[in-house]
Every structure is written in structure tokens, then in C-alpha cells.
């Protein structure tokens, strides 16, 4: 064979390594850049899930403990948050209840999360007083309380709202009765409206954490 041929079939060889490698990168590329599946559907257990999570309101509060929290706090975890207030006579311990039971549903192979009541009345509601309350529905329940016109802002951005009225003398407050879920960016990633069935509850925080996790991944390859 002269130094022709041998040259030709080296080109041809080149070119066919070529070929097969640009087609072998143009599959990782379009496997590496595809679209994030949208959001779940999960309207049979009454949450709506943001294609893109919601950034939350800057704030600076405090929590049961007296020490002071701001929106990078809520970072590294998934939270189930809470608009409601120590002294509700019915909702709120209705709602506190039933995220008790979903944390005992999530399996221990899900990331557990923590459960945080957004106080509606920081006037009664002390750091002490969240930690008795917070605490008697387990050790990941936590609570934040400061300014008023603060807190309203943080519920605002959680989708929920939160009015004062007096009865009889007595301060009542009327809020709403939803969870917002935010996950580990600490950003709002879906709201979860009544009626709550904490069965409910652990099957859409599955449903959503494994939905991120996917997307995450794919991201990542």
C-alpha cells in the first residue's frame, strides 16, 4: 500500500472519529440541556406547585429560642410554614396537629422537615410563649415572632394574610389557614390548602421533594 492510500484511509478514519464524536456530544448536550419537567399536578390533595419557586420577603424576627432569623436561615431544609397565632381558639391547633401526624407519615428515607408558625400576634405571642406552644408538638416545630408590620410582610410573601379584630374586649384574629412548603433555597415551592389530611400531606411533600430532586439531577448531568 503506497503513502497515498495509506494517507487517504487515515483521513477517512480521522473524519469517521470525528463524525461519531460530534454526534456523541450533540446527545450529551441535548440530554444535559433539556427543559425541567413542569410542576406536578397535585390538585387532588389541594397543592398547587410552583414551576419556579417564590423568593420570600427579606426579614429579620426571632425565634422561640430569642435568637434572631432572616430569610438565609431558612435555607438547607424543607419547611411546612404557618400563619397563625398561640392564642387561636381552633384552627391553629387543628393545624398543628395534623403536621404532627405528617411528620410521623414521612418516610425516613424523605428529607424530614421542619414545621414553623409564623406568629399573627407578636403582641402575645413571646419567644417564650411560641417554645411552650411550638414544643408540645415535637422538637423540629418552631416559631417566629417580632415586628408586626414585618410578619405581615413574611405571611404577604407566603401568600397569606392575617387581620386583628376585637371581640368583647378580646383580640381575635382572622388569618389564613393554608401551609406554604419552601424547600432547601429557602424559597416557596407550593401551597397546600384545607382541609389538611396529614396522609395527604406526606404523599404531595413526596411527590414534590422527588419532583425537585429529578429536575436537580438532570440539571446537574
Avoid at 470525528?18 to 440541556?33: A, D, K, M, N
Avoid at 397546600?192 to 448531568?221: G, T
Wanted: net charge negative.
Amino acid at each position: 500500500m503506497n503513502s497515498s492510500i495509506r494517507l487517504t484511509l487515515f483521513l477517512l478514519l480521522l473524519l469517521v472519529v470525528l463524525i461519531f464524536g460530534l454526534v456523541i456530544g450533540r446527545q450529551v448536550y441535548i440530554v444535559g440541556g433539556q427543559d425541567p419537567e413542569p410542576a406536578p399536578d397535585l390538585a387532588d390533595l389541594n397543592t398547587y406547585v410552583y414551576d419556579q419557586p417564590r423568593e420570600l420577603v427579606e426579614f429579620t424576627l426571632t425565634n422561640e429560642n430569642g435568637d434572631t432569623v432572616t430569610r438565609e436561615s431558612l435555607r438547607g431544609r424543607w419547611t411546612f410554614a404557618f400563619v397563625g397565632y398561640t392564642n387561636c381558639p381552633d384552627i391553629c391547633p387543628a393545624a398543628m396537629a395534623n403536621l404532627r401526624r405528617t411528620d410521623q407519615l414521612i418516610s425516613n428515607e424523605l428529607p424530614q422537615p421542619d414545621y414553623l408558625l409564623v406568629s399573627a400576634d407578636p403582641e402575645h405571642d413571646t419567644p417564650e410563649k411560641l417554645k411552650a406552644y411550638t414544643g408540645f408538638f415535637g422538637e423540629n416545630f418552631h416559631g417566629l415572632t417580632g415586628d408586626l408590620e414585618t410578619l405581615r410582610a413574611l405571611a404577604k410573601s407566603l401568600s397569606a394574610v392575617f387581620v386583628h379584630r376585637e371581640v368583647d374586649g378580646e383580640l381575635l384574629v382572622d388569618h389564613s389557614g393554608h401551609f406554604a412548603l419552601l424547600n432547601p433555597d429557602g424559597k416557596l415551592a407550593a401551597l397546600i390548602q384545607p382541609p389538611h389530611d396529614p396522609e395527604a400531606l406526606a404523599e404531595a411533600f413526596k411527590r414534590i421533594y422527588e419532583w425537585a430532586r429529578d429536575n436537580r439531577l438532570k440539571a446537574e448531568s
